[in-house]
């Protein structure tokens, strides 16, 4: 296993260019949020906003309009219920982050699948929480589409067949290529299967073990790889790398740290590390 590193994280943040505008900074789609779950959703959101994503929009239960606008006023909203606006939605943007509190009812499964009949495959597609889960237990085929899964050890326990105590580097990269998609497997010592190479996380600790942790992951790595979309890859990990690495900074003075507070400290992060060498 490949340890990911500082280098590649600055080599990923480059300084922005000039002429530019927030069309460059790629468009992302977030879906997810059932009327029990809003919180999941604000979190994914707002860290893809917070990493720097030029346009963000929202497809989440109309019950969670208010309080998303009201925490996030930079993202767009529409009704994931709306089968037609979300399809011409799909159809503009570069990638989509699905899954965070979706659920796994009648309506979610329906989203998942118009999601999946939609998509291109020049999209980034990162599949989170309870779209893995749903894919697992309808056997989803999947989408030619840059595909992206983010499960935590039971999720991924679901996914692949893999019980959590037999998932060896062997059997998960065997359950990767299977899939033919990069897997960011979520624990300790998070581990990343790619095509080629399977790469190791060596920071982070028990101060995130606080609900929401994943859910802002799926935001950063959806804003970063629409952002840094030539090296998809290094998109991925450097995303994977800093979500932790503000989490320890964090950790030396807090017992745990929170969703929120990670997010709120992404663009400082950011620049931190398209000033290094
Ligand atoms: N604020 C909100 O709206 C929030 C909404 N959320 C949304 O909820 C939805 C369901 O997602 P979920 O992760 O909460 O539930 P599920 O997939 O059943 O996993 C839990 C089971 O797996 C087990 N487990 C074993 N290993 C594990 C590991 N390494 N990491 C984690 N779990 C591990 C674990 O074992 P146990 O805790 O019993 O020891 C337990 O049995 C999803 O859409 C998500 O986005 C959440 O993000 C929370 C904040
Ligand atoms: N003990 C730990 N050490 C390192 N990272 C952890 C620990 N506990 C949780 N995390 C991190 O927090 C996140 C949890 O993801 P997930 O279980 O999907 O959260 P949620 O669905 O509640 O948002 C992952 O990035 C995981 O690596
Ligand atoms: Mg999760």
Do not use: C
């Not at 989170?128 to 989803?140: C, F, T, Y």
């Amino acid at each position: 296993m490949k340890t990911i590193t500082q280098s590649m994280v600055t080599e990923t943040i480059k300084k922005r260019a000039t002429h530019t505008h927030k069309g460059s900074f790629g468009r992302l789609l977030v879906i997810g949020g059932n009327a029990q779950f809003g919180g999941a959703i604000i979190l994914t959101s707002s860290a893809a906003v917070y990493s720097g994503t030029g346009l963000v929009t929202t497809a989440t239960h109309s019950t969670n309009f208010a309080s998303l606008h009201a925490r996030l006023p930079e993202t767009m909203v529409i009704d994931f219920q709306n089968d037609t606006e979300l399809k011409k939605l799909i159809k503009t943007v570069d990638g989509i982050v699905i899954g965070p509190g979706l659920g796994e009812d009648k309506l979610a499964l329906q989203v998942v699948q118009a999601v999946f009949q939609s998509i291109q495959s020049t999209q980034h597609l990162i599949i989170d929480g309870s779209a893995i889960d749903l894919v697992a237990a309808h056997h989803l085929s999947l989408p030619d589409a840059k595909i992206v899964f983010t499960p935590h050890e039971m999720e991924w326990q679901r996914l692949s067949g893999i019980p959590i105590a037999e998932q060896t580097e062997t059997k998960n990269r065997k359950a990767q290529q299977k899939l033919q998609a990069t897997v960011v497997l979520k624990k300790y010592h998070t581990e990343i299967y790619t095509n080629d190479t399977v790469y190791q996380l060596k920071l982070g600790g028990p101060e995130m073990a606080t609900g929401g942790m994943g859910d802002t992951l799926a935001g950063m790595i959806g804003g970063f790889v629409v952002q840094f979309s030539d090296h998809e890859i290094q998109a991925i990990l450097s995303a994977t790398y800093l979500h932790s690495y503000i989490a320890d900074e964090l950790g030396k003075t807090q017992y745990v740290t929170l969703p929120h507070q990670i997010i709120n400290q992404i663009p400082q992060a950011m620049a931190k590390f398209s000033k290094r060498e």
